[in-house]
T-cell receptor
Framework: KAGVTQTPRYLIKTRGQQVTLSCSPI?????VSWYQQTPGQGLQFLFE???????NKGNFPGRFSGRQFSNSRSEMNVSTLELGDSALYLC??????????????FGPGTRLTVT | QKEVEQDPGPLSVPEGAIVSLNCTYS??????FMWYRQYSRKGPELLMY????GNKEDGRFTAQVDKSSKYISLFIRDSQPSDSATYLC??????????FGEGTQLTVNP
């Protein structure tokens, strides 16, 4: 079974620009979660989508948004990029049991550098 | 207080040693606990998860949860150089949201 795929793997953007990252979950998984990983803050939850609906949201500003398509693929968007947005963005997919999605499988991540 | 706390290390051990990695958590309502391994420049890989208290074993790895002390542990027996990675503990804090510890960087020396 193919794993979680993320594109692009690396991205360099300039402050003020916007960026869109893509995630394809494991086949059959309907839940997609996004996390930001930085050396200072570690792994932090951004949001989770299930059946095209945002089901859970972390404590990030509105510049961070996402969506999920009917085939469970997901995208996240960051507008008006800041230097502090430089991070590894990770997508995880799971096949939830009720409200729980504890078996989350991560993709390789997109490394975003903002200059 | 952080919801999940983990000593970031680094931890360096000789090959063949037993490694003990630990985390504490703040809320007794947390039920699911996971351990992830992350190699440099890769995404985290789910090693194992446990529900509530008790032990779970998978090969050389044993995960342990002590709910009375809000303590979770991962033991690695007969550690190998290929085990060198960052180990992250996590718990499901709200629905599908995972909250992670800082990660412990482990090096196993041949």
């Amino acid at each position: 079974k193919a794993g979680v795929t993320q594109t692009p793997r690396y991205l360099i953007k300039t402050r003020g620009q916007q960026v869109t990252l893509s995630c394809s979950p494991i086949s059959g998984h309907r839940s997609v979660s996004w996390y930001q990983q930085t050396p200072g803050q570690g792994l932090q939850f951004l949001f989770e989508y299930f059946s095209e609906t945002q089901r859970n949201k972390g404590n990030f500003p509105g510049r961070f948004s996402g969506r999920q398509f009917s085939n469970s693929r997901s995208e996240m968007n960051v507008s008006t990029l800041e230097l502090g947005d430089s991070a590894l963005y990770l997508c995880a997919s799971s096949s939830p049991k009720g409200a729980s999605s504890y078996e989350q499988y991560f993709g390789p991540g997109t490394r975003l550098t903002v200059t | 207080q952080k919801e999940v706390e983990q000593d970031p290390g680094p931890l360096s051990v000789p090959e063949g040693a037993i490694v003990s990695l630990n985390c504490t958590y703040s809320n007794s309502a947390f039920q699911y606990f996971m351990w992830y391994r992350q190699y440099s420049r890769k995404g985290p890989e789910l090693l194992m998860y446990t529900y509530s208290s008790g032990n779970k074993e998978d090969g050389r790895f044993t995960a342990q949860v002590d709910k009375s002390s809000k303590y979770i542990s991962l033991f690695i027996r007969d550690s190998q150089p290929s085990d060198s990675a960052t180990y992250l503990c996590a718990t499901e804090t709200s629905g599908s949201r995972l909250t992670f510890g800082e990660g412990t960087q482990l090096t196993v020396n041949p």
